[in-house]
């Protein structure tokens, strides 16, 4: 009788293994929802308050897509929304943390000093890596973020020209 028992148990728990492995919103939801995910705070863990809207992500990406219009966002990563020019990544926005949005903006080595980026949100650093240099700020409103010194820093860390160019004719 245990025996039967286990073996039911058992099977029904595979089934529910399959069914939630061929439905994408129950096993992956941030790939199925995209940014619906990630303004529902869902990816933070429950012991976290959150200490950022949902609105602030909204406005954080206008203000880069003011920057680059042709700037496009992955939102299907569970935690974060990459930040992409082509096939090349710019940057990303970290949206787990109750703490605040954390962003990560790649730039060349050696191109910016820490009184070059100070204004771009709270606790600003530079992470000197062998491949770039990664600036990583933390935000929790956008009147954290120097909008002159957010256009400086995303044209100088550029892959390409062509976006130099655009921001001086914009």
């Not at 949902?54 to 700037?71: C, T």
């Not at 496009?72 to 096939?87: A, I, N, R």
């Amino acid at each position: 009788m245990f025996k039967k028992f286990l073996k039911q148990a058992a099977t029904a728990y595979a089934k529910h293994l399959d069914n939630q492995q061929s439905n994408v919103e129950l096993s992956k939801p941030w790939k199925a929802l995209g940014q619906a995910w990630h303004l529902s705070q869902k990816s933070m863990s429950a012991r976290q308050v959150a200490k950022w809207k949902p609105a602030l992500l909204v406005s954080l990406v206008g203000r880069f897509k003011s920057l680059q219009p042709d700037l496009e966002f992955d939102w299907c990563s569970k935690t974060t929304v990459q930040l992409l020019e082509g096939d090349t990544r710019r940057g990303k926005i970290v949206t787990n943390m109750g703490r605040g949005l954390r962003v990560e903006l790649r730039a060349p080595n050696n191109v910016f000093t820490p009184t070059q980026v100070d204004k771009l949100g709270q606790d600003v650093e530079i992470k000197r890596r062998p491949e770039c240099d990664t600036i990583v700020f933390w935000v929790r409103s956008l009147d954290q973020i120097d909008t002159k010194q957010l256009r400086d820093v995303w044209k100088r860390s550029a892959p390409t020209g062509e976006t130099e160019e655009r921001l001086q004719t914009a």
